[in-house]
């Protein structure tokens, strides 16, 4: 057999690189493997290249999963408050930026120089680039096939993440290894990611790309009695392909295809209780009224959408038309018909199904010495730094365990 190591762990994002960092420190012999040129891209691009890395008010609640349960061990033992406490000793800036979000001041560079630097006190081992083609159990644990030849280890981490960015090197390298293995998986699906439309009904809101408004969403009928419901109040985008912003992001993880999302453009007000009541004492067109509290494009495309006349006078409109309308406002239901796809998803929804893993340890309960962690599991965080904590957390588990 190769080179023994007490732990291979495969892939070197922001779980792989806290797992070896963790495991080293314990004195574990550790490898971290790694397909890619330059270390921890997704890392690098995150934030607006200022990594938003936890979020203070990170719990169980803020995660998706088939199983949802399983992410409230790891995420009460390594707390955003630990990872803190880790980026203040390394004397990282950072600020909160919204709603518990934690930036760095300067760059996500640091972020991975701060891991970096952490697995090399821990003595950590390097094969970047190194391809990694294959997983092998043997007598006493296991084989890894790479270019740079077999690596032998007790235990193997797998650390790939999920499908989503391909362009910076996103495989399915983990979902195939835990197949190999016997594990099931939740399919993965792209998730955070923006939602497209097309046809005759989204015709009157195409030409508003660029605009941009706080609004308040949810999901519509979810399928079935398991129905994931969301329901968010944040910026909402339009695009030339359909919507986007945080808000779009955020309920494309529960969003089932087929499904409408509800989106209350004007959250503070009642629509039609204030058009109606306005009747006789406004004399302003339609489009002129609704342009007081909505973009003045997106008025005039909402009321074309909906059969109105953007000149008509609102003394002259009926209360059922207006009721009508305001439902319109503070209730747009409308059924996405895709999304934008992995290459425009922050994360990836799904993968080994955690109910095959201790939640106390990250390993698979069938297959000693086998870990998964981050995001080629299936749990999976709101946007605003949640993923990251995941990351932060599951490494830590498997690393204080392998």
């Not at 009460?76 to 950072?94: E, M, N, P, W």
């Not at 796809?341 to 698979?364: F, H, I, N, P």
């Not at 999976?380 to 904590?389: A, E, I, K, P, S």
Request: a neutral charge.
């Amino acid at each position: 057999m190769a080179k023994q190591f007490d732990v291979a762990i495969i892939g070197a994002g922001a779980a792989g690189m806290m797992c070896a960092a963790i495991a080293g420190a314990r004195g574990k012999r550790v490898v971290l493997i790694d397909h890619a040129e330059k270390l921890a891209e997704k890392i690098r691009i995150s934030g607006g290249g200022r990594c938003n890395f936890t979020n203070l008010n990170a719990a169980p609640s803020n995660f998706l999963s088939e199983n949802p349960h399983f992410c409230k061990s790891a995420l009460s033992r390594y707390t955003a408050q630990d990872f803190l406490a880790l980026v203040k000793k390394h004397r990282i800036g950072y600020h909160e930026k919204h709603r518990g979000q934690l930036f760095c001041n300067d760059s996500s560079e640091q972020i991975i120089a701060m891991l970096k630097a952490e697995c090399s006190a821990a003595g950590v081992n390097w094969r970047m680039p190194c391809k990694v083609h294959g997983v092998t159990k043997e007598e006493g644990g296991y084989v890894v096939a790479t270019d740079h030849g077999d690596i032998g280890a007790e235990s193997v981490v797998i650390a790939t993440g999920g499908l989503s960015i391909p362009k910076i090197g996103a495989t399915d390298l983990g979902y195939r290894i835990a197949t190999q293995f016997g594990l099931p998986l939740v399919e993965p699906r792209p998730g955070l990611v923006p939602l497209t439309f097309d046809g005759p009904s989204w015709d009157a809101f195409a030409p508003l790309a660029g605009i941009a408004l706080e609004v308040e969403v949810s999901t519509g009928s979810g399928k079935g009695k398991n129905a994931k419901r969301g329901l968010f109040r944040e910026d909402l985008l339009f695009t030339h392909r359909g919507l986007s912003g945080p808000a779009i992001l955020q309920i494309s993880s529960y969003w089932e295809p087929g499904t409408p999302i509800v989106v209350n453009l004007l959250p503070e007000m009642d629509v039609a209780e204030e058009l109606i009541g306005s009747k006789t004492t406004v004399k302003k067109q339609l489009g002129n009224v609704l342009a007081q509290w909505l973009p003045a494009r997106l008025a005039e495309g909402l009321l074309l959408a909906n059969g109105f006349a953007p000149d008509a006078r609102l003394a002259d409109m009926a209360d059922a038309k207006l009721r009508k309308l305001g439902d319109a406002i503070n209730r747009w239901a409308i059924v996405p018909t895709g999304s934008e796809g992995y290459r425009k998803a922050e994360v990836t929804l799904g993968g080994v199904d955690t109910r095959a893993l201790s939640q106390q340890t990250m390993m698979a309960k069938d297959v000693p010495g086998l870990y998964f962690i981050g995001e080629t599991v299936d749990v999976t965080g709101w946007l605003g730094g949640y993923n990251f904590q995941w990351a932060w957390a599951s490494g830590y588990v498997a690393g204080q365990s392998v």
